[in-house]
């Protein structure tokens, strides 16, 4: 595909308006703000994010758990999740941080003194009722909201996250307590793992009991934050893979502002998501390694015969490949690395799932083996100043296709999960996130919550590609997945 030509009076009239419109962060803070101390540089990786959140080209991040109780008065439900809150912040310094700076080379990490959880913390009612099986409408267009509402609002008073308390109304005096809590906050200050570990952390909390809270204004913890990744891991730039001939590669259309995101979920029954599990193991391959081609696979099937080729950017969790002692505190951060994978047309037939789902797992695994010393993401050190490296792609062609991020699951202990009709439970979960105005053309998390249902969140910019298309992806992928379980069943 050709390269467009860049108008480049009008990318100087973009730099021009984000540049006017800088404050620098010191002087753009509430005049009752203050900060008892610099925390710790940005890293390179987190920068990434500061700078596109900074720009507009990418909000925020979210993960969603739902949460029940058996009998909790609705009326509790305030200071129950204060409580739980906090105890959450206290085990995590990240969250009482905030990035200053976001506009210049050097952005660091400040601690605001103190946080209101009454400004934090958002409490709504459900106007449908919870689906059982399908898409939750209500909450996608909660989170569809959320991923377009940055973290620049009151900058220096409020923390760069915040949590949204989606409650079932009671029917009945002792019914059960149900809501969704959505956790949603900066990509510089954690990944999908943290957002993982947040609910993970704030479940453990709701099941302590904890006492309420003598003030809804929580100091900030001092304990210092978890150390970067460059601090933590080599860091070094691998020697770049032979790229293939993309002649068809299909990216959308090219980067372009304002953003706007759209979402929307896709959730598959537990008992389907456990035998797609059953069949990807069967194959010698993972879920993880068999989303991408039925993705790929929708995609060819649904665009033009000129788009012959997809890119899939997959991110991978480096937390494996910290030391022990950072690993075993469970810590908030950005430890994740991504490369791509290549699918052709050709190579997407339905008999041709498991060889292409095998492949893909055989990359994924050739990677791992060097990501203890070699990560891609290493390159973002080089980059000398990281608001010229977006400003650059405007007008440009997408690099990737897709990305597809799979959480996984929660890894609950027993003492979380097994407590029969009593205490808290968490059941389904979802992955959201913020469009990413110079990422790939769409955008695919994946989680399972505790209730084993796999829920796919797809993300993308309003103008880069039609909802019919996104629409129609999810229900090809929706449909194989079935049609896989019922082969498993034979």
């Known amino acids: 595909m050709a390269t467009p030509t860049v108008d480049v009076y009008k990318l100087e009239k973009l730099r021009a308006l984000v540049f006017v419109s800088d404050v620098p962060a010191s002087q753009s803070l509430n005049a009752n703000s203050t900060f008892s101390q610099l925390i710790l540089e940005i890293g390179a990786i987190e920068q990434f994010s500061s700078a596109r959140h900074h720009l507009g080209f990418y909000h925020n991040v979210g993960i969603s758990a739902s949460y029940s109780h058996p009998s909790l008065d609705i009326l509790t439900i305030k200071e129950t999740v204060f409580s739980a809150l906090a105890a959450v912040i206290n085990r995590h310094t990240i969250l009482s941080a905030i990035p200053i700076d976001e506009h210049s080379a050097h952005p660091y990490f400040a601690r605001l003194p103190s946080i209101n959880l009454e400004e934090a913390v958002t409490f709504l009612a459900r106007n449908t009722p919870v689906p059982e099986n399908e898409a939750d409408t209500e909450l996608d267009r909660l989170l569809q909201d959320q991923h377009n509402i940055p973290f620049k609002s009151r900058y220096g008073e409020l923390p760069f996250w915040r949590l949204i308390i989606l409650i079932k109304p009671q029917t009945r005096t002792g019914s059960a307590c149900e809501f969704i809590g959505s956790f949603i906050f900066h990509h510089a200050l954690g990944d999908g793992g943290s957002g993982m570990l947040f609910h993970k952390h704030f479940l453990s909390a709701l099941l302590s009991n904890a006492a ?119 810590p908030m951060g950005v430890f994740i690395d991504a490369f791509s994978h290549y699918y052709t047309r050709e190579d997407l037939s339905p008999s041709s799932l498991w060889g292409e789902a095998r492949r893909s797992k055989e990359i994924i695994t050739s990677y791992l083996q060097t990501a203890n010393v070699h990560i891609n993401i290493a390159k973002l050190g080089k980059v000398a100043d990281m608001r010229e490296f977006f400003l650059s792609r405007v007008g440009q062609e997408r690099g990737s296709s897709f990305d597809i991020s799979n959480l996984g699951g929660l890894g609950l202990t027993s003492n979380e999960t097994d407590r029969g009709e009593e205490g808290w439970k968490m059941g389904r979960m979802a992955f959201s996130r913020s469009a990413f105005v110079a990422g790939s053309a769409f955008s695919t998390g994946l989680v399972t919550g505790p209730d084993g249902c796999l829920v796919f969140g797809f993300v993308w910019q309003e103008g880069v590609v039609e909802r019919e298309l996104i629409e129609n992806v999810a229900g090809h992928v929706e449909r194989d997945i079935e049609r896989i379980a019922r082969t498993e069943m034979l």
């Open 212 to 330: 309420p809270l003598t003030s809804t204004t929580i100091p900030s913890p001092s304990l210092p934050l978890t150390p970067n990744l460059e601090l933590l891991h080599p860091t070094r730039i691998p020697a770049s893979p032979p790229t293939p001939s993309l002649q068809g590669l299909w990216s959308g259309t090219h980067t372009s502002l304002p953003l706007t995101s759209k979402f929307r979920s896709l959730t598959i029954p537990s008992s389907t998501t456990s035998r797609f599990l059953a069949a990807c193991r069967a194959n010698s391959t993972t879920i993880t390694a068999t989303i991408p081609v039925l993705i790929a696979s929708a995609l060819s099937s649904l665009l033009p015969g000129q788009y012959t080729d997809f890119e899939a950017c997959i991110p991978v969790n480096l937390r494996r490949f910290l030391p022990v002692t950072i690993t075993a505190t469970e």
